[in-house]
């Protein structure tokens, strides 16, 4: 099973790309987090309830107003991250004096509130969620088949995610949060609005997930519990990466996907297990993370 | 968490039951000596069994302040062995539950030496992780039946002369268990151990400046918390003769938390209260479908947004006493 040469290279390359695209979602989500979590200091446990809800809001833009999959992958992230906001004010406003586990509680209570609504409105089965026809088809490579669309995952969110990046750690605005991050005090001092940074930080972390759900409509069932056994996944992606770095969370998203895939070649048993196992013994071996600062 | 427990700990007498702990014990136990004459015992055996569960967590979260989000794993791992063990090894009930506790305490060891390397907010993702992971295998194994999980358990007779088929038997049995966990979990918070706990929840630097390897006192109190859920695991089983991935899955570990939560953390009487409330609302919203998550969820955001002190802490705060 472990011979390399056993294996064609169709499913081999074919489950790398698999493996890839769910890479893509890890990195997404994980870099939300590690974005919410470096200002307003809380695990946003919502954040696989979010990423459902953007979905469906791509599904319902479509059944309801008749807009498509580019409309979707605008507004659905504007939509969702304006819930952001809403629960940004309503709700995690009330927690920053407090230990940082209300936090993590809340939003759990917040994402069984999401999931149960949606739960109720449209069941628990999958809905279909038809792909934009310039995606369809794909390209024969010779020793694969690439669907366009998988490869328009991979791109786009590499594409996000180093924009992001670039923003935080490149431009005057990501100065002001990386500051406000390390010393909220003193950027409140030179007159920036610190409380405005964090709602609409907490809105665009969220906006990221929206997308990454929007992203996932077309290949994945539209369903109320798509983003609750991704999430702790994510958390175990976080865990090894370390929040502590915007490219960490890149990179370690895109490379246990990768690893997931190749577990799927050579040992199919353990590829759903294979991340807490890495994360595992990364706890062992260097348990700030990867790319983590030491506490 | 500091700040709830706070104010519960009264000035003088600490390690010595306070009069309020005594009147609120003799109460609990009168009330649920006579509770069989009235209430549906299957539904008290199961609240009891979560109160077993709710106090482990709390010897966690309310007296070390670590927030475990997978003690689903030892619950639902506990209750697969004792059910495999009552019934395919066809062990007497008291051995069964024991190789149940045993399974817990040994995946105890595992996640919480591998746990504890990570403090706050990590190291309840690193238990929620490790959780899932257990969950998947427990998906998987062949011993645990997947979907159908191990049914039709024997209640056997205990010790060799109690029959638990008959119901009061099973739920006296149930009660004593219940009533001796609780003891011991009282005796363990109030011990020089118990104290020392309670130490690294307000200031691990502090107490590790005072010489305390604290994070062998971590893996202590997450050892025993796990083998104790691991007993209400395994009780669970035997009353309900049924051992099922629900038990094992990540909606439990979330209930343990929202049952001492609800309750009051880092009370000793919360969880109990709090396991008892979440049952019977699970019990009578039972029609209702989908909405018990849904009323679930607001409960938890309640309660962290208005009253963090739970049933029990609220009580405890408005008459100044301790409970």
């Known amino acids: 099973m472990f011979e390399l040469l056993g294996i064609p290279p169709q499913a081999l390359f074919g489950q790398l790309l698999l493996g890839l695209i769910n890479g893509s979602f890890y990195a997404l989500l994980s870099l939300g987090l590690a974005v919410i979590f470096g200002m307003l200091n809380i695990i946003n446990f919502a954040h696989g309830a979010q990423y459902m809800m953007g979905a469906f809001t791509a599904f319902l833009l479509f059944n309801w107003l008749g807009i498509g999959y580019w409309g979707a992958l605008i507004l659905a992230p504007i939509l969702v991250g304006i819930t952001g906001v809403i629960i940004e004010r309503l709700f995690l406003q009330r927690l920053y004096q407090l230990d940082h586990l209300y936090g993590l509680l809340l939003t759990f209570g917040l994402a069984l509130i999401i999931e149960g609504i949606f739960r109720n409105l449209y069941g628990s089965s999958g809905l279909q969620y038809a792909m934009p026809d310039i995606l369809r088809g794909g390209y024969n490579l010779g020793f694969m088949f690439l669907p366009t669309y998988r490869a328009w995952v991979i791109v786009f969110s590499l594409v996000v995610c180093l924009s992001v990046w670039f923003v935080i750690e490149r ?44 992203m996932a409509a077309p290949i994945y069932n539209v369903s109320p519990q798509m983003g609750a056994d991704l999430i702790i996944v994510v958390f175990a992606v976080v865990v090894i990466g370390g929040m502590g770095s915007i490219m960490g969370a890149i990179v370690t998203g895109f490379s246990l996907g990768i ?19 890495i994360m595992a013994i990364v706890l062992l071996l260097r348990p700030a993370g990867l790319f983590g600062r030491r506490a | 968490m500091a700040q709830v427990a706070e104010r519960l700990t009264a000035p003088a007498g600490r390690s010595s039951l306070s009069r309020s702990e005594i009147v609120a014990f003799v109460l609990m136990v009168g009330v649920l000596v006579i509770a069989p004459a009235f209430v549906y015992p299957l539904f008290l055996m199961k609240a009891l069994c979560f109160a077993i569960f709710a106090c482990a967590f709390n010897l966690l979260i309310g007296y070390v302040g670590l927030l475990s989000f997978g003690h689903a794993l030892f619950f639902g791992w506990a209750s697969y062995l004792s059910a495999h063990a009552a019934k395919v090894w066809g062990l007497p009930p008291e051995l069964a539950i024991l190789t149940g506790m045993a399974a817990a305490c040994g995946l105890g060891i595992v996640a919480g030496a591998l746990a504890i390397r990570r403090q706050g907010i990590y190291f309840a993702m690193v238990t929620l992780a490790l959780a899932q992971m257990m969950y998947l295998v427990a998906v998987r194994a062949p011993f645990t039946h997947g979907e159908d999980g191990i049914q039709a358990v024997p209640r056997g007779v205990l010790f060799g002369v109690f029959d638990l088929s008959n119901a009061m038997t099973m739920y006296f049995v149930v009660l004593a268990v219940f009533l001796v966990t609780f003891l011991l979990i009282y005796r363990i918070i109030n011990s020089p151990f118990g104290e020392v706990l309670k130490a690294i929840r307000e200031n691990e630097p502090r107490a590790i400046s005072l010489g305390y390897r604290t994070d062998r006192y971590k893996l202590m109190a997450f050892v025993l918390s796990a083998t104790i859920s691991g007993l209400a695991g395994a009780l669970k089983a035997i009353v309900f003769q049924l051992a099922s991935l629900t038990d094992v899955n990540w909606p439990m570990s979330g209930e343990v938390v929202l049952m ?30 989908q909405w018990v998550t849904i009323i679930q969820g607001t409960i938890f955001v309640a309660c962290v947004l208005l009253f963090r002190r739970g049933i029990v802490g609220e009580i405890a705060h408005f008459f100044r006493i301790r409970l």
Not at chain 1, 189 to 204: D, E, H, S
Not at chain 1, 268 to 274: D, F, Q
Not at chain 2, 264 to 287: C, D, K, R, S, W
């Open chain 1, 171 to 214: 431009t005057r605005l990501g100065a002001y949060l990386r500051a406000a991050t390390e010393n909220p005090t003193l950027v409140r001092a030179f007159g920036i609005n610190v409380p405005r940074m964090v709602t609409l930080t907490y809105g665009f972390g969220v906006g990221l997930a929206a997308l990454a759900g929007v």
């Open chain 1, 259 to 277: 690893v997931e895939g190749l577990t799927k070649v050579f040992f199919p048993e353990a590829s759903n297990t294979v991340i807490f196992v």
């Open chain 2, 260 to 289: 001492t939560l609800v309750g009051g953390l880092g009370t000793v009487f919360g969880p109990v209260v709090g396991a008892f409330t979440i049952i019977a609302m699970q019990n009578y919203l039972a029609e209702f479908g």
